[in-house]
């Protein structure tokens, strides 16, 4: 059975950080791309933040997030990681953790095999 199970979220003030953890089970984590994807109060699609891929660990980012987020994976413990720095209010979101097999989506897009149930990230002071 395919479980991924994210962690890490909370409250934190503008300008704070957060690490995001996913830890994945059911499937051979080397084969697949990994994904955050958040989901931002009102708006109607949700939005592809980051994705890590499963050959070369390249690495996609929404042009807002170069810079301030870093995704990385550890394969030996099945855990892909979102480190947020620099934290806006507008970063505010439920952060699902999601895997595609073998290559990321286009840049911002959402189009995953695999999702986590999310967990909920808040940036205010």
């Known amino acids: 059975q395919v479980q991924l199970v994210e962690s890490g979220g909370g409250l934190v003030q503008p300008g704070g950080s957060l690490r995001l953890s996913c830890e994945a089970s059911?499937?051979?984590?080397?084969?697949?791309?990994y994904g955050w994807v958040r989901q931002v109060p009102g708006r109607e699609r949700n939005e592809g933040v980051a994705?890590?891929?499963?050959?070369?660990?390249?690495?996609v980012y929404v042009d807002s997030m170069k810079g301030r987020f870093t995704i990385s994976r550890d394969n030996t413990n099945n855990t892909v990681y979102l480190q947020m720095n620099s934290l806006r209010p507008e970063d505010t979101a439920v952060y699902y953790c999601?895997?595609?097999?073998?290559?990321?989506?286009?840049?911002?897009?959402?189009?995953?095999?695999?999702w986590g149930q999310g967990t909920q990230v808040t940036v205010s002071s």
């Open positions: 999601a895997a595609r097999f073998q290559f990321c989506p286009n840049v911002g897009q959402t189009n995953y095999d695999y």
């Open positions: 059911g499937f051979t984590l080397d084969y697949y791309a």
């Open positions: 994705c890590i891929s499963s050959s070369d660990g390249s690495r």
